[in-house]
């Protein structure tokens, strides 16, 4: 390893995200892949590395083939589904840190609303730990994410109300987001619990995230090749992915004594924080993984910016709007852009330190994100250039 490395993104990309692409997954793959590339001032023919990660349906070999690269001296796939995007990046950094590659390219490409629905039991009934709940009716991500919710709003006195200011605040960035597939399409707290009940009495339509096709992908180099590119690099300052022992896999931890606490995510928290030097007082943005609204309060908490069970007065205070203390998802999220499995909370993140976003947090330096929790997870820190 050459400790003098700085890994740092050079370059973002994305599809457009709809309800129906007409296009194949690898068609998708190879416009973002292209896409970044060119936003790093980059040709695709120089990439070395290519890193996705699993239930993706474009594995790094079939979307090599179809980039018509050579030679790659670098390729992975992180595990865990959206616990995976971060780690993904971390893959890239610690490939190009360590000389594998110059130049390693993450991404993620999937019709997630034409193809395979992953907001449906099929794909996610594989388990021999299914066994265990399937009898019950157990069977979709929403009603996992139900239980450990109406916990968490049991314990600490909330109802579904309490999320409505996620859901609403969300929109409102998406709504001038012209990336986002609710541009121009504000809801307000009425619309919220109007909606129809996905799982009563947690869960509503606007607190699930959007079924997505599209594609996004990252380019990973040094900081000293992407010096010599016409492109603004961000530095990737800290990384991190956790899994804790015994639990019951994604989004069924139902044997810890508070189940919502995300004790993956606290512990991606404390690395982060530990590599970085910094403390959360001086994260300037966050990305956080919603693939329901009640994550983005459970993450607010386990990332230490609230205390457990003040995190929904801290967003319903307008606190993470864009003038406030930690403005959060800042594209619209999972719940209002569109749902690649974390990808787009990345390129998000580069955008906002780049000066580059539809709703620019004035003067942001450093952006969290992370990846999915309730399941071994990953996260990261960036930090614009100087």
């Not at 909606?195 to 990252?218: H, K, M, Q, Y």
């Not at 590599?275 to 693939?291: E, K, M, T």
Request: aromatic share 8%; glycine share 10%.
């Amino acid at each position: 390893m050459t400790a003098e490395i700085t890994p740092v993104i050079a370059g973002i990309g994305a599809t457009e995200f709809s309800t129906s692409s007409g296009r194949s997954n690898m068609s998708l793959a190879v416009e973002a892949i292209s896409r970044a590339m060119a936003d790093a001032g980059l040709d695709s023919r120089q990439i070395g590395g290519l890193v996705t990660f699993s239930v993706d349906p474009n594995d790094p070999v079939s979307t090599a083939t179809a980039l018509g690269l050579s030679e790659l001296t670098y390729f992975s796939i992180t595990p865990y589904g959206g616990g995976g995007g971060c780690a993904s990046v971390q893959d890239a950094a610690m490939a190009v840190r360590a000389g594998l590659a110059d130049v390693v390219v993450a991404y993620r490409a999937a019709n997630l609303r034409s193809g395979t629905r992953y907001g449906r039991p099929g794909p996610l009934t594989t388990s021999p730990a299914e066994n265990l709940y399937l009898p019950y009716g157990l069977v979709t991500p929403a009603q996992r994410a139900t239980l450990l919710t109406t916990r968490y709003l049991s314990d600490f006195g909330l109802t579904n109300q309490d999320l409505a200011p996620v859901a609403v605040t969300q929109r409102q960035y998406a709504a001038t987001n012209p990336k986002a597939r609710f541009f121009k399409r504000p809801i307000t707290v009425e619309d919220h619990q109007n909606s129809p009940w996905i799982v009563e009495p947690a869960l509503r339509l606007f607190d699930c995230c959007l079924e997505t096709d599209g594609g996004v992908a990252v380019v990973v180099t040094r900081a000293d090749l992407a010096a010599t590119l016409d492109c603004t690099p961000v530095e990737i300052l800290a990384t991190a992915r956790a899994m804790i022992g015994g639990t019951g896999g994604i989004l069924k931890n139902f044997y810890r004594p508070r189940i919502y606490e995300l004790p993956e995510t606290r512990a991606v928290a404390r690395q982060l924080f530990d590599a970085s030097g910094l403390r959360p007082s001086d994260i300037d943005v966050a990305q956080f993984y919603d693939h329901f609204s009640p994550f983005v309060l459970l993450q607010l908490e386990a990332f230490g910016f609230c205390e457990d069970g003040t995190s929904a007065t801290f967003v319903a205070d307008g606190q993470t709007r864009i003038d406030g203390r930690l403005p959060v998802n800042t594209h619209g999220g999972h719940l209002s852009e569109g749902y690649l499995h974390g990808m787009n909370a990345i390129t998000e993140a580069v955008r906002q330190l780049t000066g580059n976003a539809a709703n620019q947090v004035d003067s942001a330096r450093h952006a969290l994100v992370s990846s999915g929790p309730g399941l071994a997870t990953s996260g990261l820190i960036l930090r614009a250039a100087a």
